[in-house]
């Protein structure tokens, strides 16, 4: 069975900046793609930034040059560092890694960006 986790997440002033890491566990054969997607109230839940095993990455439009995402194979962990943040960037982040074939999701971890 497969777990992802994610951390980090928190309550930052327009400006600021977090790091959220996601982490998946278990029996793993093999970790392709992992990405962030985040979900606000009353929206649809969206792509954030993605990456693959050999380090190429994407990025929706709205966070290009202020976040940036990296992972690390040897620990099976993706990180988000995510800075000068707007709050319209205030939602419930989620982590997605394509684990033995299959997608698994994180809970979730809520970012709260005040004006």
């Known amino acids: 069975q497969v777990q992802v986790v994610e951390s980090g997440g928190g309550l930052v002033q327009a400006g600021g900046s977090l790091r959220l890491s996601c982490a998946a566990s278990g029996t793993i054969f093999s970790i392709n793609i992992m990405g962030w997607y985040r979900q606000a109230p009353g929206k649809q839940r969206e792509l954030v930034a993605e990456i693959n095993s050999a380090g190429t990455s994407n990025y929706a439009d709205s966070v290009k040059g202020r976040f940036t995402i990296s992972r690390d194979n040897a620990k099976n962990t993706v990180y988000l560092q995510m800075n000068s943040l707007k709050p319209e960037d205030t939602a419930v982040y989620y982590c997605?890694?394509?684990?033995?074939?299959?997608?698994?999701w994180g809970q979730g971890t809520q970012v709260t960006v005040s004006s």
């Open positions: 997605k890694a394509g684990v033995n074939w299959r997608d698994s």
